[in-house]
Structures are given as structure tokens and as C-alpha cells.
T-cell receptor, first 113, second 111 residues
């Protein structure tokens, strides 16, 4: 299957700072990428859909000014958590839409202290 | 919430036994997929079943789909300790590429 990478795999930041997470499709072009958040022992919740060259669309309840998404190329989408707070601590997973299915990255664990 | 539900939430079995997980969803779908997630890791795609299919096999995995009941089941036969993971079903949303994940089943297989 196609490969999606995420960087960093884990990050610790102080409350009030911003953190950027990168999602790359390594061997395919992903016009559409998705960002999910997963709290411990819970399921994945879709946060937003990232479309190359256009604004992301956010799911209900997700603050677009807090979670900035940029999809500047067919292989890279970034999620920036701005003014992070401890409640933003979570596992963030991205995926790239392939021809028939989504290919998921390995996730980024964010801890805000 | 449009999130699907899975049961059981947790399942513990011995190696060699079969494990069955069930998924119920709320909207009409084009397909349903099952994923595995090892603790703290990303998702591994297991199998996709289309809405016009009733059963599908892949190795030790057997998936059924009943669109009239909006439900699916995943059967893992002859389980192994390496099957220990969380398993999620996911459905497409309103003919989009978006996926809605079920609540998940945590499977523990004891050697």
C-alpha cells in the first residue's frame, strides 16, 4: 500500500505555544488529506478535510483558527495547533486519499504541559 | 453523532480461539472498512466490503455486512497473541471520501 509519513512522531510543548505537524504522502499524490484526533482509548474523530490549493473544511465543533491547516502541495499537508493548551494533548493522525482508500500516517502524539 | 458503535468494547481470549467484533452504523453507505491499531500506532487497513457484498474473506479474517440492519461483523479465526490490538470499523459519509469510525473493540489475545 501507499505510504504516509508524519513528523514529528511525538512532541511536547508548553501551554500557549504553537506546534506544527507535517503529513506527507511519500509515493503518491494526495489531492485530499484528512486530519483526525484520537484521545486515549477512544476512536478517531475527523477534524478537517485538507484540499490541495484550497481552504480546509472543518468538522462541526473544530475551531479553524486554532487548528490551522495548509495543503500547499500534492504531497504535504500541515496542521498547526496554535496557542496550545493541555486539553489539546492528543494523538493526531493524518491520511491521504488514494484512488480507492485512505492511507494513514503513523500519528503524532502531542503533549501540552 | 454519526459515529458508529462497536461491541464488545473489550474482548479477551486465548490464542487459538476465534474473536468476533460487531459494528453498527447509522447512515447508508457505499462501503465499510475494518482497521487495526496497535497501541499508540497508526492504522492498518484490513479489509473493505462494498454495500453490495454480504461476505468477504482475507486470510484469517471474515467480514460480513448486513445493510438492512446497518451492521457488520469481523471474525478473526485461530487468533494469535500478535492480533492483540484495537479494531475499528469505518464507513464513508454521504458519498464523500470522509470516514466515520466506530467506537472500537480492544482485543487482547493471551498466549
Amino acid at each position: 500500500g501507499a505510504v504516509v509519513s508524519q513528523h514529528p512522531s511525538w512532541v511536547i510543548c508548553k501551554s500557549g505555544t504553537s506546534v506544527k505537524i507535517e503529513c506527507r504522502s511519500l509515493d503518491f499524490q494526495a489531492t485530499t488529506m484528512f486530519w483526525y484526533r484520537q484521545f486515549p482509548k477512544q476512536s478517531l474523530m475527523l477534524m478537517a478535510t485538507s484540499n490541495e490549493g484550497s481552504k480546509a473544511t472543518y468538522e462541526q465543533g473544530v475551531e479553524k483558527d486554532k487548528f490551522l491547516i495548509n495543503h500547499a502541495s500534492l504531497t504535504l499537508s500541515t496542521l498547526t495547533v496554535t496557542s496550545a493548551h493541555p486539553e489539546d494533548s492528543s494523538f493526531y493522525i493524518c491520511s491521504g486519499q488514494g484512488l480507492y482508500e485512505q492511507y494513514f500516517g503513523p500519528g503524532t502524539r502531542l503533549t501540552v504541559t | 453523532s454519526q459515529q458508529g458503535e462497536e461491541d464488545p468494547q473489550a474482548l479477551s481470549i486465548q490464542e487459538g480461539e476465534n474473536a468476533t467484533m460487531n459494528c453498527s452504523y447509522k447512515t447508508s453507505i457505499n462501503n465499510l472498512q475494518w482497521y487495526r491499531q496497535n497501541s499508540g500506532r497508526g492504522l492498518v487497513h484490513l479489509i473493505l466490503i462494498r454495500s453490495n457484498e454480504r461476505e468477504k474473506h482475507s486470510g484469517r479474517l471474515r467480514v460480513t455486512l448486513d445493510t438492512s440492519k446497518k451492521s457488520s461483523s469481523l471474525l478473526i479465526t485461530a487468533s494469535r497473541a500478535a492480533d492483540t490490538a484495537s479494531y475499528f470499523c469505518a464507513t464513508d459519509l454521504n458519498n464523500t471520501d470522509k470516514l466515520i469510525f466506530g467506537t472500537g473493540t480492544r482485543l487482547q489475545v493471551f498466549p
